[in-house]
């Protein structure tokens, strides 16, 4: 199985971008996004069940939005309101069934310029 990440980019704080994650087959369990920021671990930014759950990090609820399409096998990270702090690579992260373990994407560089 293959994730395949794409939508980063650099954009000034404020701005906005939408990330998108396509797997290359169908998931059945959790989707989400990781963030690793310069220097730091890798830390949860978000995710969405197969039925809709979704979770957020504190510091990006209410501008970020994490969304699936079944259909498509493929997650989206919609950012809004950016800050230099969201600089970092963004991973695309997947289980394909709830018993299953994770897989990774390559990751995508986001860059906020102040």
Same mark, same amino acid.
């Given at each position: 199985?293959? /994730?395949?990440?794409?939508?980063?980019?650099?954009?000034?704080?404020?701005?906005?971008?939408? /990330?998108?994650?396509?797997?290359?087959?169908?998931?059945?369990?959790?989707?989400?996004? #990781?963030?690793?920021? @310069?220097? &730091?671990?890798?830390?949860?930014?978000? !995710?969405?069940?197969? +039925? +809709?759950? %979704?979770? #957020?990090?504190?510091?990006? &609820?209410?501008?970020? %939005?994490?969304?699936?399409?079944?259909? &498509?096998?493929?997650? #989206?990270?919609?950012?809004?309101?950016? &800050? @230099?702090?969201? !600089? +970092?690579? #963004?991973?695309?992260?997947?289980?394909?069934?709830?018993?299953?373990?994770?897989?990774? +994407?390559?990751? !995508?560089?986001? !860059?906020?310029?102040?």
């Amino acid at each position: 199985v293959q /994730l395949q990440a794409s939508g980063g980019g650099l954009v000034q704080a404020g701005g906005s971008l939408n /990330l998108s994650c396509a797997a290359s087959r169908s998931i059945s369990g959790v989707m989400g996004w #990781y963030h690793q920021a @310069p220097g &730091k671990l890798r830390n949860m930014v978000a !995710t969405i069940s197969r +039925g +809709g759950f %979704t979770d #957020y990090r504190d510091s990006v &609820k209410g501008r970020f %939005t994490i969304s699936r399409d079944g259909a &498509k096998n493929t997650v #989206y990270l919609q950012m809004d309101s950016l &800050k @230099p702090e969201d !600089t +970092g690579v #963004y991973y695309c992260y997947a289980r394909i069934s709830i018993t299953s373990s994770g897989l990774w +994407g390559q990751g !995508t560089q986001v !860059t906020v310029s102040s």
